[in-house]
């Protein structure tokens, strides 16, 4: 499966300061941090960090990081989107491959 997901804290934390600058950084920092701990393969860009794995190993690394978000607001929002293919791997990259792959035959 591929998932991408995105989290982001708001509101004052129970512990410690908020940003004064009402940035996120530092929150999505520790999230990608544990993502990339993970030993899955993952991406991010400037919306979204996209884990390819097993079910349970994914929802896990998800679940990590949400909850490492959650010290920096006393709210966190989570955005999900899957693409769930049994069967398939290294789709991560391959399905970029193959668009491109298509972009460039339509070129010709």
Request: proline share 4%; charged share 25%; net charge negative.
């Amino acid at each position: 499966m591929l998932l991408a997901f995105s989290v982001a804290p708001s509101g004052q934390p129970s512990s410690g300061t908020a940003s004064t600058d009402g940035s996120v950084h530092d929150a999505v920092a520790e999230a990608v941090r544990i993502v990339r701990e993970s030993g899955l393969p993952n991406q991010t860009d400037s919306m979204f960090t996209t884990i390819e794995g097993e079910w349970d190993e994914v929802f896990d690394v998800v679940k990590r990081a949400t909850e490492a978000v959650g010290k920096y607001g006393n709210r966190v929002s989570l955005v999900i989107k899957a693409d769930i293919r049994p069967g398939y791997s290294g789709e991560l990259t391959g399905k970029v491959e193959r668009l491109e792959a298509a972009i460039s035959e339509q070129k010709d």
